[in-house]
């Protein structure tokens, strides 16, 4: 039994392709079969719980970052989409570290533990699965020390190197419910290879809406802001045109930003945190995901509405999204508000830097268009 489990960790943790995952998405009867259960079915689970407090500002990563270059890798809007598998959110930060470097509590809380997996939904949220502690440890990547606050907040760091833990952690872990100090040691960084070396820091609101945790840590400098590569109106017959930056144009069913995101000396490029259209007239959408991982309506935002996964321009190139391991495009969906007249496309990263587009928008057919 031991072996075959063992086999299939290796099998599914590597893929068909040999590319390892950020995170484990499995289908359910795998993961049945590998001894998961749904992280709800556990006592400890915090989720569905009134939001009662605010996180304070300016949190302490639990890692140290290997230089400037290497710090953020991934933020936690960043779609992914790993060999062929339905696009999630990222949901949490990519923290490079050295590998078997520290990791330290960002906050006060409860230690706890376990092995994880994903099954996935088309709207690009996750159910996660999990193998509490149990006192018996494997080789596997996708192991997880979590800090839940008093008022509970749920800190997870992913890819904890489980053979490699501290004996204070071990016993607290066998203890159960034991509280560690912010700042405290509790494990190390999995060496992960392929220079991506890193801790998925996850924060979780205590009604289970994924925080950014850029917006509530120290972060590394960014005074860059978004880059806007081309802006593509989607006419109601599905026809594309490219749009120009103080241009006009006539009546459009949505729009579509092809934008990058990245900080000071970063390496790495991921999904800008904030995207919106507004008129001069009020009229306005955006996908505000700075602080948390919401839709103007504060449900769940469909990853489908947010992002589009691939399609044409209009000179016949084919673009896609990909934020895979801190590389890649994105191609954000806004609908076009209800109005007509001048209006301006903003773009911004969780620091405040802001890129801007202008056009002019006619909503009648009869109205010049250029
Ligand atoms: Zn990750």
């Not at 939904?121 to 996708?142: A, F, L, V």
Request: aromatic letters at 12%.
């Amino acid at each position: 039994m031991v072996g075959r489990i063992s086999i299939l960790f290796f099998v599914v943790t590597l893929g068909l392709s040999g590319v390892r995952a950020d995170e484990r998405v499995l289908p359910l009867a795998t993961l049945q079969k590998m001894g998961y259960r749904p992280f709800n079915s556990f006592p400890h689970y915090r989720g569905q719980r009134q939001v009662r407090s605010e996180l304070p500002t300016g949190l302490k990563w639990p890692v140290q970052f290997v230089d400037a270059a290497r710090n953020i890798a991934q933020n936690y809007v960043n779609f992914q989409q790993y060999g062929g598998g339905l696009p999630y959110y990222h949901k949490g930060c990519d923290l490079r570290s050295p590998p078997n470097s520290i990791v330290k509590a960002p906050v006060t809380g409860v230690l706890e533990g376990g092995y994880y997996s994903y099954t996935d939904n088309p709207d690009g949220s996750e159910i996660k699965h999990w193998i509490p502690w149990n006192g018996k440890t494997h080789s596997d990547p996708y192991f997880e020390l979590a800090v839940v606050t008093p008022d509970g907040y749920r800190f997870e760091m992913h890819h904890v190197d489980s053979m490699n833990l501290p004996k204070e952690t071990i016993q607290a872990l066998n203890k159960g419910n034991v509280v560690v100090q912010e700042g405290t040691a509790i494990g190390t960084v999995i060496p992960w290879g392929r220079d991506y070396d890193h801790i998925h820091y996850n924060i979780f609101r205590q009604d289970g809406v994924i925080v950014n945790p850029e917006a509530y840590t120290v972060s590394p400098a960014d005074h860059i802001a978004p880059k806007i590569q081309a802006v593509y109106g989607v006419r109601a017959d599905g026809s594309v045109i490219e749009m120009t930056n103080g241009g006009t144009v006539g009546p459009l069913q949505q729009i579509i930003v092809a934008t990058t995101e990245t900080r000071d000396n970063s390496i790495y490029v991921q999904t800008p945190p904030y995207i919106g259209i507004q008129f001069q007239t009020r009229e306005m959408f955006a996908w505000d995901f700075r602080k948390v991982l919401m839709g103007p309506d504060a449900k769940w935002p469909d990853i489908r509405q947010v992002f589009v996964a691939r399609f044409k321009t209009p000179n016949g190139k084919v673009l896609t999204t990909s934020g895979q391991y801190g590389k890649g495009l994105f191609l954000m969906r806004l609908p076009v508000p209800a109005a007509s007249g001048p209006f301006v496309i903003a773009v911004s990263d969780t620091a405040g830097n802001t890129t801007k587009f202008s056009g002019i928008f006619h909503r009648s057919q009869k109205e010049p268009v250029f």
